[in-house]
Protein backbone atom coordinates (compact mmCIF):
# COMPACT_ATOMS: atom_id res chain seq x y z
CA UNK A 1 0.00 0.00 0.00
CA UNK A 2 3.11 2.50 -0.35
CA UNK A 3 3.81 4.51 2.74
CA UNK A 4 2.33 3.82 6.14
CA UNK A 5 2.40 6.40 8.59
CA UNK A 6 2.28 3.43 11.01
CA UNK A 7 5.90 2.75 10.76
CA UNK A 8 7.15 5.92 11.92
CA UNK A 9 4.89 6.50 15.02
CA UNK A 10 7.73 5.96 17.71
CA UNK A 11 4.45 5.71 20.63
CA UNK A 12 4.35 2.03 19.26
CA UNK A 13 6.29 -0.33 19.94
CA UNK A 14 8.99 -0.77 17.49
CA UNK A 15 8.61 -5.17 17.71
CA UNK A 16 4.85 -4.89 16.91
CA UNK A 17 4.76 -1.71 14.13
CA UNK A 18 5.59 -4.04 11.37
CA UNK A 19 2.64 -6.21 12.25
CA UNK A 20 -0.04 -2.91 13.16
CA UNK A 21 1.42 -1.49 9.94
CA UNK A 22 0.63 -4.54 8.01
CA UNK A 23 -3.12 -4.99 9.35
CA UNK A 24 -3.88 -1.39 10.11
CA UNK A 25 -4.71 -1.53 6.13
CA UNK A 26 -7.00 -4.21 5.43
CA UNK A 27 -8.78 -3.38 8.79
CA UNK A 28 -9.33 0.52 7.09
CA UNK A 29 -10.54 -0.52 4.03
CA UNK A 30 -12.83 -3.20 5.80
CA UNK A 31 -14.24 -0.14 8.12
CA UNK A 32 -14.67 1.86 5.19
CA UNK A 33 -17.43 -1.01 3.86
CA UNK A 34 -19.64 0.25 6.84
CA UNK A 35 -19.91 3.54 5.92
CA UNK A 36 -21.90 6.23 3.43
CA UNK A 37 -18.63 7.80 2.40
CA UNK A 38 -14.46 8.28 2.70
CA UNK A 39 -13.44 11.42 2.87
CA UNK A 40 -9.66 11.95 2.24
CA UNK A 41 -7.47 14.92 2.39
CA UNK A 42 -4.95 13.43 -0.65
CA UNK A 43 -6.10 12.04 -4.00
CA UNK A 44 -3.67 9.08 -3.88
CA UNK A 45 -5.36 7.57 -1.31
CA UNK A 46 -8.60 7.92 -2.59
CA UNK A 47 -7.59 6.32 -5.79
CA UNK A 48 -6.28 3.40 -3.61
CA UNK A 49 -10.03 3.44 -1.86
CA UNK A 50 -11.97 3.23 -5.19
CA UNK A 51 -9.52 0.78 -6.90
CA UNK A 52 -10.64 -1.43 -3.62
CA UNK A 53 -14.37 -1.10 -4.59
CA UNK A 54 -15.22 1.85 -2.27
CA UNK A 55 -17.24 3.95 -5.21
CA UNK A 56 -18.28 6.69 -2.31
CA UNK A 57 -14.79 8.38 -2.11
CA UNK A 58 -14.38 11.93 -2.20
CA UNK A 59 -11.37 14.06 -1.64
CA UNK A 60 -11.17 17.56 0.44
CA UNK A 61 -8.02 19.23 0.24
CA UNK A 62 -7.03 20.80 3.64
CA UNK A 63 -5.45 23.79 1.71
CA UNK A 64 -6.07 27.09 3.67
CA UNK A 65 -8.71 29.23 2.58
CA UNK A 66 -7.25 32.45 0.57
CA UNK A 67 -10.40 35.03 1.93
CA UNK A 68 -9.36 33.92 5.57
CA UNK A 69 -5.34 35.06 4.57
CA UNK A 70 -4.37 38.42 6.48
CA UNK A 71 -0.73 39.70 7.06
CA UNK A 72 -0.72 41.97 10.33
CA UNK A 73 2.56 42.59 12.38
CA UNK A 74 6.25 41.23 11.92
CA UNK A 75 6.69 38.53 14.12
CA UNK A 76 10.52 38.54 13.58
CA UNK A 77 13.41 40.57 11.82
CA UNK A 78 15.00 38.81 9.17
CA UNK A 79 18.31 37.86 9.98
CA UNK A 80 19.63 36.40 6.75
CA UNK A 81 19.64 37.86 3.12
CA UNK A 82 17.88 34.58 2.31
CA UNK A 83 14.56 33.63 4.71
CA UNK A 84 13.32 30.24 3.82
CA UNK A 85 9.82 29.04 6.22
CA UNK A 86 8.72 25.53 6.93
CA UNK A 87 5.12 25.32 8.80
CA UNK A 88 4.58 21.75 10.09
CA UNK A 89 5.41 19.34 12.53
CA UNK A 90 9.14 18.29 12.58
CA UNK A 91 9.49 14.70 11.44
CA UNK A 92 10.72 12.65 9.11
CA UNK A 93 8.40 12.05 6.57
CA UNK A 94 7.90 16.25 6.13
CA UNK A 95 11.44 16.29 5.50
CA UNK A 96 13.22 17.42 8.99
CA UNK A 97 16.89 16.09 7.94
CA UNK A 98 16.67 17.09 4.18
CA UNK A 99 15.55 20.86 5.33
CA UNK A 100 18.94 20.83 7.20
CA UNK A 101 20.62 19.88 4.92
CA UNK A 102 19.66 22.22 2.69
CA UNK A 103 20.61 25.19 4.92
CA UNK A 104 24.08 23.48 5.50
CA UNK A 105 25.05 23.17 1.88
CA UNK A 106 23.67 26.58 1.31
CA UNK A 107 25.98 27.74 4.21
CA UNK A 108 28.57 25.85 2.98
CA UNK A 109 28.59 28.12 -0.49
CA UNK A 110 28.39 31.45 1.28
CA UNK A 111 24.85 32.33 1.42
CA UNK A 112 23.71 34.21 4.13
CA UNK A 113 20.64 31.92 4.76
CA UNK A 114 18.35 31.19 7.70
CA UNK A 115 15.67 28.62 7.98
CA UNK A 116 12.44 29.66 10.19
CA UNK A 117 10.68 26.54 11.56
CA UNK A 118 7.50 26.89 12.92
CA UNK A 119 5.58 23.92 14.62
CA UNK A 120 6.71 21.57 17.01
CA UNK A 121 8.64 18.27 17.21
CA UNK A 122 6.63 14.96 17.04
CA UNK A 123 8.93 12.79 19.61
CA UNK A 124 12.01 14.12 21.61
CA UNK A 125 13.71 11.01 19.42
CA UNK A 126 13.22 13.77 16.13
CA UNK A 127 14.30 16.62 18.48
CA UNK A 128 17.57 14.93 19.03
CA UNK A 129 18.42 14.23 15.41
CA UNK A 130 17.78 17.49 14.97
CA UNK A 131 20.13 18.96 17.12
CA UNK A 132 22.45 16.54 16.37
CA UNK A 133 23.15 17.47 13.09
CA UNK A 134 22.61 21.26 13.56
CA UNK A 135 25.51 20.54 15.88
CA UNK A 136 27.72 18.69 13.48
CA UNK A 137 27.20 21.30 10.83
CA UNK A 138 27.73 24.46 12.80
CA UNK A 139 23.89 25.29 11.69
CA UNK A 140 22.87 26.89 14.71
CA UNK A 141 22.62 30.43 13.79
CA UNK A 142 20.91 29.60 10.54
CA UNK A 143 17.80 28.11 12.30
CA UNK A 144 15.19 29.50 14.34
CA UNK A 145 12.88 26.79 16.12
CA UNK A 146 9.46 28.81 16.81
CA UNK A 147 7.52 26.61 18.03
CA UNK A 148 3.83 27.15 17.94
CA UNK A 149 2.32 29.68 15.80
CA UNK A 150 -1.95 30.49 16.37
CA UNK A 151 -3.07 29.85 12.45
CA UNK A 152 -4.42 33.25 12.17
CA UNK A 153 -0.60 34.55 12.43
CA UNK A 154 1.10 31.89 10.29
CA UNK A 155 1.09 34.19 7.16
CA UNK A 156 2.85 36.89 8.70
CA UNK A 157 5.90 34.11 8.92
CA UNK A 158 5.28 32.95 5.79
CA UNK A 159 5.24 36.63 4.06
CA UNK A 160 8.66 37.52 5.50
CA UNK A 161 10.19 34.58 3.89
CA UNK A 162 11.85 34.05 0.11
CA UNK A 163 11.08 30.51 -0.21
CA UNK A 164 8.41 28.31 1.52
CA UNK A 165 9.58 24.72 2.11
CA UNK A 166 7.81 21.23 1.75
CA UNK A 167 9.76 18.45 1.65
CA UNK A 168 7.50 15.82 2.16
CA UNK A 169 9.06 12.33 1.30
CA UNK A 170 7.08 11.07 -2.38
CA UNK A 171 8.38 7.75 -2.06
CA UNK A 172 7.13 6.93 1.46
CA UNK A 173 3.66 8.97 0.36
CA UNK A 174 3.05 7.08 -2.82
Not at 95 to 109: A, F, W, Y
Amino acid sequence: YGYNAIEYREWIPKLIRPIIAELFPHIQFSLANRVDTVITPVDSIATRFRELGHSHVEVIHNYPRTEEISVSGVPFEKQADLTLVYVGSFEHIHGLIPMLRLVSELVDRDVNVELVMIGEFDHTKQEHKANEYIDNHSIQNHIRFVGYVPYEQIFSYLHLGDIGLCLVDQKRCE
